[in-house]
Every structure is written in structure tokens, then in C-alpha cells.
């Protein structure tokens, strides 16, 4: 049996007030809103109950944010991409973000299981005065349990129309890539934080951006495996690798916390999941 879910979720700021709508088709729901920071940021989680996706699975998420309001979501396990034996599983989100609204999607790891067949695609239009935070963390397979990735493909994309896009076919047996130092130097976890915007940042902000990173960077563990650059005057990026996903989420949530106080003046107010 193959599982068809799509969630419909829709912020707007009513009364000083993020306020978060959503419809959805299938296991894919949001849970209650949280206001941890006051009324301004609503949090919310992503639940998908059966937690995984095998061949034939898809996951289609369409979110908007309207102007003024500020979303944020997260979820609270990590997706996981099983072995395939009828073809493609599917991941996708599409954010519409308006002028002088914020988005952060925070969700936590995607894994690629051995023999996977997988599409993890994220695609996020920003009006001109829009910005947002977004992560995308994969692990390819389960090293600590001995279940190593060897067999299969995951398709990795994501987007900004017009602005950025990164995409790649990662192949189990793609040594070259997934083994090589020019690919994944048999790291098995690669992650990748973006600060974007509708409008070409400022330069002083961008370089207080890229400076903050790189501090936190000096004090990684994962110094040697990652770095922080701007590819475009509307985007800034820390990408890291990593053999296990722990070291890497710390990164990415030490960036991010640097990031929401440096570029606007918030604190790095951690979602009360990631505390359970």
C-alpha cells in the first residue's frame, strides 16, 4: 500500500498575531500552534505517523506566509527514505514567502535507507522583502546500527527561482562521489543551512552573517568539512559534512541561533521538541 499525503499550511498575521491554517489529505498533519517567543513567531510541528516512505510514497507540502507574519516549522523525527521495490518515493515542499514576511523550516534528517529510490525536493519563492531560514540534513544510511549504504539512489533539489539551485544524483555505488575528496570523502551525512531574501541583502549584513558562521566554525568539530560563503547577493550558505548527524545538526543549530540574533534581532529560541 502506498501512502498519498499533502498538506495545505497558510500563515497570516491577524491582530499582531502569526496565525497558522492548514488542510491536509492523507497522514500528514500539524500539531497545535506554540508561541514560545510571544505572539510574533507561531511554531509548528510536522507530523507524517507513519514516518517513513517506501516506492510509490508521497509527501506534497504547499505552504504561504503572508505578509507580516512569521512561520516556523519543524518535525519531530526524522524522515526516512526505506528500501524500494516500487519505485520513487517523494518528498516535496513549495513555499510561497511575501514581502516582509519570514519562514524557517527546520525539519530534522531525511536518511536514505540502503536500496532506497528517492526524491527530496524544496523549492521557495520569496517576494522582494521576504527572507527565510531553511535546513536540509540527509544521512545516508545507519552506520552506529551496521546498516551501511551501498544500494541505492537519492535525488537531492533545492531552489529559489531564479536565484539558486543545487541539485545532485547520489548513487550507492558511486564511489568517485560518495568515497572521493572531491565528493563526500566517506562522510555520510552532508547538510546545508541557507539565509535567503526577495531582495539582495545588504552588504554589511551578509559579511556579519558569513563572520558569525565562521566563528562558529572554528569551534566545530567539523571545522575541516565545512564552510559558509554567499553564491549570490540574496543568498548565504553553510554546508557541512559529516560521519553521523549529531555533529552536524549542533552546527547547523549553532549557526541558525547566530543567524536569528545577527540578521533579526531575535533569540535562538529553540523549539521545545528538540529539547524532549
Partial sequence: MTWLASLQLDYTLESNRSVARYL??????????????????????????????????????????????????????ATRFYRSEAGLATQQVHARVESGARLEWLPLEAIAYNQCDALNRAVFDLAAGAEMMAWDITAFGLPAA????????????????????ERGTLNANDTRLMDSPLGLAGQRCMATLVFAAGSAIRAERSERAL????????????????????????????????????????????????WRREMWGLPGAVPRLWNL
Fill in 146 to 165: 551496521n546498516l551501511p549504504y551501498v544500494k541505492g539512489t537519492f535525488r537531492q533539489h533545492l531552489e529559489i527561482p531564479g536565484v539558486w539551485l
Fill in 24 to 77: 491536509h489529505n492523507g497522514p500528514l498533519r500539524i500539531l497545535q500552534s506554540l508561541y514560545p517567543e510571544g505572539d510574533v513567531v507561531c511554531h509548528n510541528v510536522l507530523v507524517h505517523p507513519p514516518s517513513g516512505l517506501v516506492g510509490g510514497d508521497t509527501l506534497d507540502m504547499q505552504v504561504t506566509v503572508g505578509s507580516g507574519a512569521h512561520g516556523l516549522v519543524t518535525t519531530p523525527g
Fill in 211 to 258: 563572520a558569525v558562521a565562521r566563528e562558529a566554525l572554528e569551534a566545530s568539530p567539523l571545522r575541516l568539512t565545512a564552510g559558509a560563503t554567499s553564491p549570490h547577493p540574496q543568498v548565504i550558505v553553510l554546508r557541512t559534512l559529516s560521519p553521523v548527524t549529531e555533529p552536524a545538526i549542533q552546527l547547523l543549530r549553532q549557526v541558525w541561533a547566530a
